[in-house]
């Protein structure tokens, strides 16, 4: 069974950092690409950045550009985000999902969600 | 980046009813769409993949067509269990990016 499992929300203030992680299990994590999706409070889905099964390749939002690092562990089968010079508009709750297949990026697994909040 | 539209952004319906939410993008993304339904608290559920592909375990009611920049989700019958938000999504290009969702409320 595909399961992953996000960590490392929190409160945070405006210019601060966090660490997200999400653990996967149940399938062959280097062989698949792999998505952060984030929704603020009683807003719609937006996607934030993904990574390739390799890392070779890595995609950002412009909202999140500069300030946000996408990374992964396939040893340990684990997706990062690193958010850094954090803002008020990055409050959401964050999900990881696993993208279907390099031709259809599309995610089909997610994760439950972790909540984001900056404020000060 | 390619703007998904939903129309409409919310509707109300009765149970049995046929349902049918419209997405347009700014520009030809081929079949390039998914559609996903999500309940309040949860994560979104993946429906629909490469615009008319029902991915598994979901029940027959739902459909999906479209190409270009026109796509439908379609739900045949609407059941208690569908009341949700739902909202499409295109992979032809990065930045990925979804509609802003249609809420489906009871009648």
């Known amino acids: 069974e595909v399961q992953l499992v996000e960590s490392g929300g929190g409160l945070v203030k405006p210019g601060g950092s966090l660490r997200l992680s999400c653990a996967a299990s149940?399938?062959?994590?280097?062989?698949?690409?792999m998505n952060w999706v984030r929704q603020a409070p009683g807003k719609g889905l937006e996607w934030v950045s993904s990574?390739?099964?390799?890392?070779?390749?890595?995609y950002y939002a412009d909202s999140v550009k500069g300030r946000f690092t996408i990374s992964r562990d396939n040893a340990k089968n684990s997706l990062f985000l690193q958010m850094n010079s954090l803002r008020a508009e990055d409050t959401a709750v964050y999900y990881c999902?696993?993208?279907?297949?390099?031709?259809?990026?599309?995610?089909?697994?997610w994760g439950q969600g972790t909540l984001v909040t900056v404020s000060s | 980046a390619i703007q998904l539209t939903q129309t409409p952004s919310s509707l109300s319906a009765s149970v049995g009813d046929r349902v049918t939410i419209t997405c347009r993008a700014s520009?030809?993304?081929?079949?390039?769409l998914a559609w996903y339904q999500q309940k309040p608290g949860k994560a979104p559920n993946l429906l629909i993949y490469?615009?008319?592909t029902v991915q598994s375990g979901v029940p027959s009611r739902f459909s999906g067509s479209g190409s270009g920049t026109d796509f439908t989700l379609t739900i045949s019958s609407l059941q208690p269990d569908d009341f949700a938000t739902y909202y499409c999504?295109?992979?032809?290009?990065?930045?990925?990016?979804f509609g802003g969702g249609t809420k489906v409320e009871i009648k």
């Open positions: 999902a696993r993208t279907i297949s390099t031709i259809v990026v599309a995610p089909d697994y």
């Open positions: 149940g399938f062959t994590f280097s062989s698949y690409s």
């Open positions: 990574i390739v099964g390799t890392s070779v390749y890595t």
């Open positions: 520009q030809v993304i081929s079949s390039a």
């Open positions: 490469a615009a008319s």
């Open positions: 999504q295109q992979f032809n290009s990065y930045p990925l990016t």
